[in-house]
């Protein structure tokens, strides 16, 4: 019989709150399981296995990320999109990122799943606003994702010593992304 109130949802709870608390190393089912108050048997009644919680906490990153994206993007196009983007990403990883660290990569967001077709719906929708035929449109999110994410996670783990401000690195990351996206209506 499962514990009253251990759900696959409050298990992930407590996945998010180890790595939240201890980074993405600390995850284990023990761990988990002592967050949660059970023993880690208990656990079996609710996921599989490790690789299934990991796979667990990776959608509900994913899940939490497409939120935040979307609300920044909504209503916005073109560069004012994709700066607005670039921000809601940047701030969730510097804000978890013992959550965001934990997130499978291989996963996010060219993986399978809701949360990570939403996601990679928002990043699309973000770049309808430039000439991107084809493929031309996957390259661009494969850039954006990678330059969000090498700037945020150096930012995160205290990767910026110098003194020259970090806004002004940020504002420049985005427009060398933007500036590299071609524009609708003029010749690449």
């Known amino acids: 019989m499962p514990r009253a109130g251990l759900s696959p949802d409050a298990v992930v709870d407590a996945a998010v709150a180890v790595v939240d608390a201890e980074g993405p190393g600390a995850l284990t089912l023990a761990a988990v399981a002592g967050r949660a108050g059970v ?4 656990l079996y009644k609710h996921v599989r296995n490790l690789a299934e ?3 667990l906490v990776t959608a509900r990153v994913q899940e939490e990320l497409a939120e935040r994206l979307g609300e920044a993007a909504l209503g916005r196009s073109g560069d004012d999109a994709i700066r607005a983007l670039m921000y809601a990403y940047r701030s969730y990883v510097v804000e978890h990122p013992g959550r965001y660290g934990a997130m499978e990569q291989a996963a996010q967001p060219e993986g399978d799943g809701p949360a990570a077709e939403r996601l990679l719906n928002i990043l699309y929708g973000a770049l ?4 991107l035929p084809g493929p031309h449109a996957v390259h661009a999110v494969r850039c954006l994702r990678s330059a969000v994410h090498g700037f945020a996670v150096l930012e995160a783990a205290g990767g910026y010593g110098l003194p020259a401000d970090l806004e002004a690195s940020y504002e420049l990351l985005i427009t060398m992304v933007t500036g590299g996206l071609p524009r609708k209506g003029h010749a690449a």
Do not use: F, I, K, N
């Open 128 to 131: 309808r606003g430039y000439d």
């Open 53 to 55: 919680l990991r796979h």
């Open 39 to 42: 023993a880690t048997p208990s």
